[in-house]
């Protein structure tokens, strides 16, 4: 007999280590690097300066709305402010001045313990988001992905990340005021009127496009 799914991930997390788990951590994310045409062929650059890894450990800024909310303190941040990586991340898009949008999709899988009591303040939420997940293992060696030791971080991941590829030192920025949801990607222009519009399309099933317009020209 074939195995349950519920059966298969209990052996996939018995068996998973630290080690193991922190190899998938840097795994997730993005990377950033430099290529070049010579003769008509693109050959990444070895050893370029802008080269690097944006992982699930890579500090990053919250900006917008939710930067500070108490929703986004943990134990880590009581700020607010402040989050480590960007997990599942799906399509993106470059912005007219030249950074890179990358989203943030599926982040509920990464969060685990069936802990949710209906009475949480953040139930009903939690329910349609589908948190916890529990398709990963990183719970098990890592608090923060474990809702019932840190209730707030979930809250943390489902954003579109600003990256400047040009600055190996800058920090990525989840732009909140983009909106959370699992998002499929943010398609930008800048509108005849001088605005800047980004469309994201959620990718659970049966949700819905959104548009964010700027109040003032870009």
Known sequence: ???S???????????????????EMMAHGGSVIEV??????????????????ITAETEMRISGPAAGHD???????????????????CAGATT???TWLTCEENFNLYFWN???????????????????GQAYAWGKFHDRFDIEKEPNECNRFGWVVEIDPTDPN????KRTALGRFKHEGAANIVNKDGRFVV?????????????FVTKAKV
Do not use: C
Not at 170 to 173: I, L, N, Q, R, Y
């Open 96 to 98: 007219p001045w030249g």
């Open 170 to 173: 800058s920090v990525p920025v």
């Open 1 to 3: 007999m074939f195995a």
């Open 36 to 53: 070049k045409r010579d003769a008509g062929k693109w050959t990444v650059v070895e050893n370029s300066p802008f080269a690097r890894r």
């Open 114 to 132: 069936k802990g949710v009591k209906n009475d949480h303040a953040d139930a009903v939420a939690l329910k349609r988001y589908g948190i916890p």
């Open 5 to 23: 799914i519920g059966e298969q991930r209990k052996k996939k997390f018995k068996d998973m280590t630290a080690d193991l788990v922190a190899i």
């Open 199 to 211: 469309y994201q399309g959620d990718d659970q099933r049966f949700d819905y496009v959104y548009r």
């Open 71 to 89: 929703s986004m303190k943990t134990s880590y941040d009581p700020s607010g402010v402040n989050v480590r990586g960007m997990i599942n991340n």
